[in-house]
Protein backbone atom coordinates (compact mmCIF):
# COMPACT_ATOMS: atom_id res chain seq x y z
CA UNK A 1 0.00 0.00 0.00
CA UNK A 2 1.58 3.33 -1.32
CA UNK A 3 1.07 5.55 1.94
CA UNK A 4 1.92 8.91 1.92
CA UNK A 5 3.19 11.66 3.92
CA UNK A 6 2.30 15.25 3.90
CA UNK A 7 2.99 17.94 6.42
CA UNK A 8 0.02 18.58 8.61
CA UNK A 9 -0.80 22.26 8.12
CA UNK A 10 0.89 25.16 6.61
CA UNK A 11 1.18 28.95 7.07
CA UNK A 12 0.90 31.37 3.69
CA UNK A 13 0.18 34.79 3.49
CA UNK A 14 -2.01 35.87 0.26
CA UNK A 15 0.00 37.06 -3.09
CA UNK A 16 2.71 34.38 -2.07
CA UNK A 17 3.72 30.93 -3.72
CA UNK A 18 2.74 27.88 -1.78
CA UNK A 19 4.76 24.49 -2.35
CA UNK A 20 3.46 21.19 -0.67
CA UNK A 21 5.38 18.15 -0.49
CA UNK A 22 4.33 14.94 0.06
CA UNK A 23 6.20 11.45 0.63
CA UNK A 24 5.09 8.56 -0.76
CA UNK A 25 8.47 5.93 -1.20
CA UNK A 26 6.50 3.09 -1.88
CA UNK A 27 5.17 4.29 -4.89
CA UNK A 28 4.29 1.40 -7.65
CA UNK A 29 5.39 1.34 -11.29
CA UNK A 30 1.65 1.64 -12.13
CA UNK A 31 0.39 4.42 -9.80
CA UNK A 32 -0.38 7.96 -10.16
CA UNK A 33 -0.32 10.84 -8.39
CA UNK A 34 -3.08 12.91 -7.70
CA UNK A 35 -3.57 15.77 -5.72
CA UNK A 36 -7.19 16.85 -4.01
CA UNK A 37 -8.69 20.20 -2.09
CA UNK A 38 -11.43 19.98 0.49
CA UNK A 39 -13.18 23.26 1.82
CA UNK A 40 -14.85 22.82 4.50
CA UNK A 41 -18.04 21.14 4.71
CA UNK A 42 -17.84 19.88 0.81
CA UNK A 43 -16.21 16.72 -0.21
CA UNK A 44 -12.53 16.45 -2.02
CA UNK A 45 -12.24 18.26 -5.06
CA UNK A 46 -9.65 16.76 -7.77
CA UNK A 47 -6.68 19.52 -8.08
CA UNK A 48 -4.07 17.96 -11.08
CA UNK A 49 -2.52 14.36 -11.37
CA UNK A 50 0.60 12.91 -12.79
CA UNK A 51 3.04 10.28 -13.38
CA UNK A 52 6.51 12.02 -13.37
CA UNK A 53 8.37 15.29 -14.31
CA UNK A 54 6.03 18.24 -14.67
CA UNK A 55 2.44 18.82 -14.82
CA UNK A 56 0.70 22.43 -14.97
CA UNK A 57 -3.19 23.27 -15.26
CA UNK A 58 -5.14 26.34 -14.53
CA UNK A 59 -5.06 26.03 -10.77
CA UNK A 60 -1.55 24.13 -9.96
CA UNK A 61 1.97 22.72 -11.14
CA UNK A 62 2.73 19.14 -9.87
CA UNK A 63 6.58 18.46 -9.42
CA UNK A 64 7.53 14.90 -9.93
CA UNK A 65 11.14 13.83 -9.48
CA UNK A 66 12.51 11.31 -11.47
CA UNK A 67 12.68 8.50 -8.63
CA UNK A 68 8.99 9.44 -8.45
CA UNK A 69 9.12 9.43 -4.22
CA UNK A 70 8.10 12.76 -3.95
CA UNK A 71 6.05 14.94 -5.37
CA UNK A 72 5.26 18.75 -4.55
CA UNK A 73 2.11 20.78 -5.23
CA UNK A 74 2.69 24.37 -6.11
CA UNK A 75 -0.18 27.02 -5.83
CA UNK A 76 0.82 30.39 -7.47
CA UNK A 77 0.03 33.65 -6.07
CA UNK A 78 -2.68 31.72 -3.04
CA UNK A 79 -5.53 33.67 -1.89
CA UNK A 80 -7.72 33.52 1.25
CA UNK A 81 -10.15 31.11 -0.89
CA UNK A 82 -7.27 28.95 -1.43
CA UNK A 83 -7.14 28.00 2.60
CA UNK A 84 -8.36 23.86 2.81
CA UNK A 85 -6.80 20.87 3.50
CA UNK A 86 -5.01 19.22 0.78
CA UNK A 87 -4.69 15.73 -0.29
CA UNK A 88 -1.75 13.55 -2.07
CA UNK A 89 -2.79 10.48 -3.40
CA UNK A 90 -0.59 7.79 -4.84
CA UNK A 91 -2.10 4.83 -6.51
CA UNK A 92 -3.44 2.76 -9.69
CA UNK A 93 -7.07 4.54 -10.44
CA UNK A 94 -8.32 0.82 -11.42
CA UNK A 95 -7.16 -0.37 -7.88
CA UNK A 96 -9.05 1.66 -5.42
CA UNK A 97 -8.93 -1.13 -2.17
CA UNK A 98 -5.07 0.95 -2.84
CA UNK A 99 -6.32 4.80 -2.74
CA UNK A 100 -5.28 6.39 0.84
CA UNK A 101 -6.50 9.95 1.76
CA UNK A 102 -4.26 10.26 4.55
CA UNK A 103 -4.41 12.93 6.30
CA UNK A 104 -3.85 15.85 4.23
CA UNK A 105 -2.24 19.45 4.99
CA UNK A 106 -4.22 22.30 6.20
CA UNK A 107 -3.27 25.41 4.62
CA UNK A 108 -4.43 28.48 6.43
CA UNK A 109 -3.45 31.78 4.39
CA UNK A 110 -3.46 34.88 5.54
CA UNK A 111 -4.41 38.63 4.43
CA UNK B 1 -25.38 18.84 -14.67
CA UNK B 2 -25.82 19.07 -10.75
CA UNK B 3 -23.02 17.23 -9.87
CA UNK B 4 -23.32 14.42 -7.36
CA UNK B 5 -26.35 14.48 -4.93
CA UNK B 6 -26.76 13.15 -1.35
CA UNK B 7 -29.41 13.20 1.18
CA UNK B 8 -29.93 13.88 3.70
CA UNK B 9 -27.24 16.66 4.51
CA UNK B 10 -27.59 16.17 7.94
CA UNK B 11 -28.94 12.90 9.99
CA UNK B 12 -29.19 12.86 14.10
CA UNK B 13 -30.14 9.49 15.13
CA UNK B 14 -30.00 7.58 18.37
CA UNK B 15 -27.92 4.63 18.80
CA UNK B 16 -29.75 1.17 17.56
CA UNK B 17 -31.62 3.37 14.52
CA UNK B 18 -31.35 2.73 11.16
CA UNK B 19 -29.97 4.87 9.31
CA UNK B 20 -30.22 4.72 5.29
CA UNK B 21 -27.91 7.35 3.51
CA UNK B 22 -28.50 8.17 -0.44
CA UNK B 23 -26.66 9.06 -3.39
CA UNK B 24 -27.28 10.17 -7.25
CA UNK B 25 -24.12 9.50 -8.98
CA UNK B 26 -23.46 11.87 -12.01
CA UNK B 27 -25.68 11.23 -15.33
CA UNK B 28 -23.26 8.47 -17.00
CA UNK B 29 -21.20 7.79 -15.24
CA UNK B 30 -19.97 4.43 -14.58
CA UNK B 31 -18.23 4.24 -10.82
CA UNK B 32 -19.81 5.02 -7.50
CA UNK B 33 -17.82 4.87 -4.18
CA UNK B 34 -18.35 5.44 -1.07
CA UNK B 35 -16.27 7.48 1.44
CA UNK B 36 -16.38 8.01 5.57
CA UNK B 37 -14.50 10.72 6.50
CA UNK B 38 -13.64 11.17 10.50
CA UNK B 39 -11.31 13.32 12.57
CA UNK B 40 -9.22 10.19 13.83
CA UNK B 41 -9.17 8.33 10.85
CA UNK B 42 -9.24 10.51 7.57
CA UNK B 43 -11.33 9.70 4.69
CA UNK B 44 -11.86 6.13 4.12
CA UNK B 45 -13.05 4.31 1.11
CA UNK B 46 -16.01 1.90 2.40
CA UNK B 47 -16.84 0.21 -1.30
CA UNK B 48 -17.09 0.98 -4.86
CA UNK B 49 -19.28 0.51 -7.66
CA UNK B 50 -18.70 -0.37 -11.23
CA UNK B 51 -21.91 -0.71 -13.40
CA UNK B 52 -23.90 -1.21 -10.64
CA UNK B 53 -22.11 -4.10 -9.27
CA UNK B 54 -20.09 -3.78 -6.00
CA UNK B 55 -16.63 -4.47 -6.79
CA UNK B 56 -14.61 -4.03 -2.98
CA UNK B 57 -16.40 -3.86 0.15
CA UNK B 58 -13.61 -4.49 2.29
CA UNK B 59 -13.41 -1.14 3.60
CA UNK B 60 -16.99 -1.70 5.17
CA UNK B 61 -16.18 -1.97 8.61
CA UNK B 62 -18.50 -4.67 9.77
CA UNK B 63 -22.12 -6.00 9.12
CA UNK B 64 -24.07 -3.46 10.20
CA UNK B 65 -23.08 -1.99 7.39
CA UNK B 66 -24.65 -2.35 3.30
CA UNK B 67 -24.39 -0.81 0.40
CA UNK B 68 -26.76 -1.40 -2.90
CA UNK B 69 -26.84 0.31 -6.19
CA UNK B 70 -30.31 -0.89 -7.83
CA UNK B 71 -29.92 1.13 -10.97
CA UNK B 72 -27.35 3.68 -12.72
CA UNK B 73 -29.10 6.60 -10.46
CA UNK B 74 -29.06 5.47 -7.30
CA UNK B 75 -27.06 3.96 -4.38
CA UNK B 76 -27.73 3.76 -1.08
CA UNK B 77 -25.59 3.07 2.04
CA UNK B 78 -27.56 1.64 5.45
CA UNK B 79 -26.22 1.55 8.95
CA UNK B 80 -28.29 -1.16 10.86
CA UNK B 81 -28.15 -1.38 14.24
CA UNK B 82 -26.30 2.61 14.07
CA UNK B 83 -23.59 3.14 17.04
CA UNK B 84 -22.33 6.51 18.34
CA UNK B 85 -19.32 5.62 16.39
CA UNK B 86 -20.40 5.30 12.94
CA UNK B 87 -20.62 9.34 13.73
CA UNK B 88 -19.00 11.19 10.55
CA UNK B 89 -19.49 12.96 7.46
CA UNK B 90 -20.32 10.23 4.57
CA UNK B 91 -19.33 11.18 1.10
CA UNK B 92 -20.87 9.49 -1.87
CA UNK B 93 -18.34 9.73 -5.40
CA UNK B 94 -18.84 9.05 -9.27
CA UNK B 95 -16.74 8.76 -12.10
CA UNK B 96 -16.49 7.79 -15.78
CA UNK B 97 -14.34 5.28 -16.69
CA UNK B 98 -11.11 3.82 -15.34
CA UNK B 99 -8.10 6.59 -15.44
CA UNK B 100 -10.64 9.75 -14.66
CA UNK B 101 -11.47 11.37 -11.72
CA UNK B 102 -13.63 11.51 -8.63
CA UNK B 103 -16.53 13.82 -8.40
CA UNK B 104 -17.39 14.11 -4.98
CA UNK B 105 -20.73 14.88 -3.55
CA UNK B 106 -21.34 17.55 -0.68
CA UNK B 107 -21.62 14.55 2.58
CA UNK B 108 -24.37 13.32 4.75
CA UNK B 109 -22.70 14.54 8.25
CA UNK B 110 -24.00 11.42 10.36
CA UNK B 111 -24.53 12.19 14.46
CA UNK B 112 -25.46 9.41 16.27
CA UNK B 113 -26.07 9.69 19.91
Known amino acids: LAKTTQPISMDSYEGQEVNITCSHN???????ITWYQQFPSQGPRFIIQ???TKVTNEVASLFIPADRKSSTLSLPRVSLSDTAVYYC????????????FGSGTKLNVKP | DAGVIQSPRHEVTEMGQEVTLRCKPI?????LFWYRQTMMRGLELLIY????????DSGMPEDRFSAKMPNASFSTLKIQPSEPRDSAVYFC???????????FGPGTRLLVL
Open chain 2, 93 to 103: ASRLGAGETQY
Open chain 1, 26 to 32: NIATNDY
Open chain 1, 50 to 52: GYK
Open chain 1, 89 to 100: LVGDENNFNKFY
Open chain 2, 27 to 31: SGHDY
Open chain 2, 49 to 56: FNNNVPID
